[in-house]
């Protein structure tokens, strides 16, 4: 004798029985997840990680003659927001908001420093030093703390970065950030600091040679 339910299950449709297939398949992966952040539970689904990366090369070398003074660390908030004329946000416009975080250092370049710019007496007690001034090196963000704190994409750009080949790209604002950097490192007196630092360096170096008196100025 044939059951209702045996009746029933004759009589479903192929594509009922693919979507109970799908079902099925779906539940046993969110099962696998949740039993993976079970304490004790092998992940079902773990990826392994692999640095297949080649030795680093030397490109290049530099000789520096400069005298790092003084170093600032900043941090900005950039807020980038990128609309369409004849489109709503939703459709169309990105905005970020990004917390840059970085360090500018600023710098004597001693290597400009010329024998005429080198003045000591007959009896080596009294020196006059005339450095160029000093200047600001490039901004230098650090990425283990500049993070976005949040993205909001319209519908377009979504779809866009399903084809594009670096999504969500952070370089906008990473280039904001660090010419804001730049901007308040000019503002920061950090050049000054730098000068006298060195100005200090230079009397406790020379001092400790022998000379009693030490000038030191700056100019172009």
């Known amino acids: 004798m044939t059951t209702s339910l045996g009746r029933a299950t004759r009589r479903m449709p192929g594509w009922a029985k693919a979507v109970s297939a799908v079902v099925v398949v779906l539940s046993v992966l969110f099962a696998g997840v949740k039993l993976a952040v079970l304490p004790g539970i092998k992940d079902l689904f773990g990826t392994e990680t692999h640095d297949r990366s080649g030795p680093a090369l030397l490109k290049s070398i530099q000789d520096l003659s400069r005298y790092n003074a003084a170093s600032g660390n900043f941090q900005v908030v950039v807020d980038l927001e990128k609309d369409s004329k004849y489109l709503p946000d939703a459709i169309r416009g990105t905005r970020t908001l990004y917390v840059g975080a970085g360090t500018v250092d600023a710098y004597v370049d001693l290597g400009q420093v010329g024998d005429h710019d080198v003045t000591v007496d007959g009896d080596r007690t009294s020196a006059t030093l005339r450095l160029p001034h000093a200047r600001l090196g490039r901004p230098a963000l650090d990425a283990d703390h500049s993070y976005a704190?949040?993205?909001?994409?319209?519908?377009?750009?979504?779809?866009?970065?399903?084809?594009?080949?670096?999504?969500?790209?952070?370089?906008?604002?990473?280039?904001?950030?660090?010419?804001?950097?730049?901007?308040?490192?000019?503002?920061?007196?950090?050049?000054a600091r730098a000068e006298a630092n060195t100005t200090g360096m230079l009397e406790g170096l020379l001092k400790s040679l022998g000379f009693k008196e030490v000038h030191v100025t700056y100019g172009p």
């Open 149 to 191: 704190v949040s993205k909001q994409r319209g519908l377009f750009d979504r779809l866009g970065d399903l084809f594009s080949d670096n999504p969500n790209s952070e370089q906008a604002v990473q280039r904001l950030a660090v010419a804001h950097i730049a901007d308040a490192a000019k503002d920061s007196g950090l050049t």
